[in-house]
């Protein structure tokens, strides 16, 4: 039974079951069990991850990498068997196997979604993790090219792929089955996760799959299908993938979202599925634990075992403000005024309803609103086809995924001269934790340059709130809106009598000599904490938000800045390309004598928390205000 302390199965205690327990079948599916339980501790003490898509993988991979593959990832032997996920959202269980395995220090099973620590999705830089995943649908494309150059050097073993059934939605998926085939790739092995629900909802209210045997098998697969929680079929599955067919395979494996844990297997009644994202409540922790636990106590029994469980860590209690701001909430509930008003418009999204705030406008409009599933080309090409034919298309992703895969359609929408709206939320550095195929650092520099396409990133909810008014009341062209999602408290406040106008910011700080110019709540506030460290050490520097990130109003850039003599940019995106790029551009046009020093993000970032990031970044308050005194001349 579990206190209120995290509980953790030790390598060493995994060790001694896997040289305890003989029989092959029992111990991989108790040992699955052990390595739900610290999976579900990890993801606890992170306060984020994904349960239900590691519970549900968690058999197979189990069996995988204790009893099926040769050497796995080990590229120091010959013809060491490859695995990865392209899922990518169940890699707490892959790591919690790898640390019971010793292919990872135990050290950093505490250290999940943390700076030096275990990345949210799967990085190369991690022991024996053989591909970088986060964007969905690369897994196959990756697993040919490993397989070409294998070949090209006279080496051997297999490749396992495990894909999500909400996956096979993205259509890289479909333009590798063919060519692999083809090229009679029978070392790939793609198994799939099939538990039935993507992200939050059921696959079939999304995009039925159909017939997925019939469909690889017209691919020139060789198809299989088990239960993918009976370690037996499991077993026997691998075998049959052995012979030699010369196709590749695929393994379809049915299976239960959050299996191990009973509350955690279904949707809830409002249709939502709760435990994809994120880490459960204290109290819903401490439930699933004493259920794994009673599960593993309750097979080791009648073999005359018992288990060691470590209890030391206190379950972590995370209070949230009744002052923090929710931009993407803020958006969503406006856009239910908006459309309350506009029968033109209609919204869509892919795959992301609770992370992009839309429940409220799903439930309002069902009919204006499309669950576009996880392909956003589809999505933004559909968009078009709705601006196309008079309606007035609003399209939501996060916009690490937004920006890039569905770039060409954003151009080519452009191109067409229709008014869209695009919001892409999950913007920036932070939230951290997912690690860096999540951090939208690229977005102005991808979609900032496309005529007829403007952008811009609001600093606060009232801010977001105009935004999406302006969007739809006010601007003629397309209009692109990061969103940063992570909620937070903020210092300031905008004017009260401040508007949206084009290419024009607002001082939400006075001072004199120095002004720093940011956008969105993640660095404008840091920002705004610096300028007072500032003051506080005699030098009074001003802070202005300048929401609008492709666009500049050219006069009042030269009335606003003409007086301070040295500009502070800072941008939560790659420096390249940046706004401080255009600022710098704008400062030449308009003849300043000012300097100007631009800071940002300068390399592929970190993993971790908020505090973490921002201090490796030199993106904090206080590395700020330490950046800027050097940079002030004496």
Known sequence: MTNDSLTYISRAEVSRLRKKIKDLILRATILANVFRLNALSMIMEAGSGHVGSSFSAMDIVTWLWLEEMRHPNDDTYRNSDIYFSSKGHDVPGLYAIMIGMGKIPERLAHRLRRINGLPGHPDVQTPFIAANVGPLGMGLSKARGMAG?????????RIFVLLGDGELQEGQNWESLQPIANGGFSEITAIIDFNKIQSDTYVKNVSDLGNLEAKFRAFGWEVFRINGHDMREIK????????????????????????GVSFMQKVASDGFYKFHSGAPLPELYKKAAEEIISNIESALRPLGLDIAIEQKIPIPRREVSSRVERLVTAHGDELVRLAARRPDIVVLNADLVLDTGLVPYSKTFPDRYVQAGIAEQYMTSMAGGYALKGMLPIVHSFECFLSTHANAQIYNNATERTKIVYIGSLAGLLPASPGHSHQALRGISLVGSIPGLTMIEPSNEREARMAIRFAVEKNKE??????VTIPMELPYVLPADYVLKKGIGVTIRPGKVIAIIAYGPTLLKEAYLASEILENNGLKVAVFNMPWLNVIDERWFKETFQKFKNIITLDDHFIRLGLGDQIAAMIARSGLNTRILSLGITEIPECGTPAEVLSHH???????????????PK
């Open 478 to 483: 397309s209009l692109y809106i990061r969103l």
């Open 618 to 632: 030199g993106l904090d308050a206080a590395s700020l205000a330490k950046k800027i005194m050097s940079f002030y």
């Open 236 to 259: 026997d599955v691998l075998q049959k993938t052995k012979r030699g067919t010369g196709k590749p395979k695929v393994i379809i494996a049915d299976t239960i979202k959050g299996k």
């Open 149 to 157: 150059a294998r070949r090209l050097a006279k080496k051997g073993g």
